[in-house]
């Protein structure tokens, strides 16, 4: 298990370079392994290095697409697989460890591609306005997949928002609550931005 100050989401990739010696420890296990898998769950409270940090317990299988191995460090990029449960942690020595059960798929029929649509054209033009203003992750016109059981949890990825809204929208049960959620937090979002945003230029233009 690889806890971290971010969320992962299925189908969005994970670029890590990893130093310390408990996870440089754990992902040489790892590739040892076929499957080259481990999880990623959010930190509730701590800091990814030192331990010691308290974590929220449901996550995603990260699948390890490409690696660079040096001394003292890895340089490696995974991409979000299925969604797991922590069941029990298993503990820290020589690096964190769980039992986990894997979370169901997301049914997305026919009848959920308009939503779907709708929440990514929210979303790609929420990233429109704020690319105006602030470096984003993700630009507004990023491909993704075709597939709609990955762009669903794309569409998630890019949306600008914190992680504890993130964790929110992956424990979705249903793809009607995921979406719901998704454009009510993006909405707010928006209205969040462009308020700091009609603060910073009242600012500039105060002259008194």
Known sequence: ????????????????????????????AVLEDPQREFGVVLIER????????????VGTVARIASVDVAE?????VATGAERLEVVRWLGDDPFPRAEVRELPTLDLDASALPALDAAEALVRAT???????????????????ARPFERIWQVAGIAPLGSL?????????????????LVEETRAADVRLTTVWADDDDADGDVS
């Open 72 to 76: 003292g460090w890895i340089e490696l």
């Open 1 to 28: 298990m690889f806890p971290l100050g971010a969320v992962l989401f299925p189908g969005m990739p994970l670029p890590l370079r990893v130093f310390e010696p408990r996870y440089v420890a754990m992902l040489a």
């Open 127 to 145: 990233l429109t306005r704020a690319s105006e203003f602030v470096e984003l992750t993700w630009p507004p016109d990023v491909v993704l997949s």
């Open 165 to 181: 809204d993130q964790l929110t929208l992956l424990r979705s049960t249903t793809a009607a609550e995921l979406l719901t959620t």
């Open 46 to 57: 701590g800091s990814e290095v030192g331990g010691g940090d308290v974590r929220f317990d």
